[in-house]
């Protein structure tokens, strides 16, 4: 199966990389990935596009969305897709906990009115 995210060229250029398009097609066997990785990515899959994910902060429905935008990796490889993937996944989740902890905060204020 096909892949495609982005690389920013202007830092592999600083790091000595060179990357002639910013858009990469990577070609994977998703019967070789372990299976954390195989959702991982399947959960950012828009066609062949792995996208972002975001939250609504507004919704008391924590579920992420794709967002439409590519992950950017910092370099054209299954591992460094990878690694942006689990960092994207990091993000989403401090941010659902945030969303959380502002929704048991209007809660609380809420209830101590009561």
């Known amino acids: 199966m096909t892949l495609r995210f982005e690389v920013d060229q202007a830092d592999a250029f600083r790091r000595g990389i060179n990357i002639p398009k910013s858009t990469i097609h990577l070609d994977v066997d998703p019967s070789k990935?372990?299976?954390?990785?195989?959702?991982?990515?399947?959960?950012?899959?828009?066609?062949?596009?792995?996208?972002?994910?975001?939250?609504?902060?507004?919704?008391?429905?924590?579920?992420?969305?794709?967002?439409?935008?590519?992950?950017?990796?910092?370099?054209?490889?299954?591992?460094?897709?990878?690694?942006?993937?689990?960092?994207?996944?990091?993000?989403?989740?401090?941010?659902?906990?945030e969303i959380q902890e502002r929704f048991d905060l209007a809660r609380a204020e809420a209830l101590s009115r009561c």
Do not use: H, M
């Open 33 to 97: 990935l372990a299976a954390e990785e195989r959702n991982l990515i399947a959960d950012r899959l828009n066609g062949i596009d792995v996208c972002k994910l975001v939250l609504n902060p507004a919704s008391s429905d924590a579920s992420p969305k794709k967002s439409g935008e590519r992950i950017q990796a910092k370099e054209p490889t299954y591992e460094a897709l990878l690694a942006a993937v689990k960092e994207d996944a990091k993000n989403i989740e401090e941010k659902r906990k």
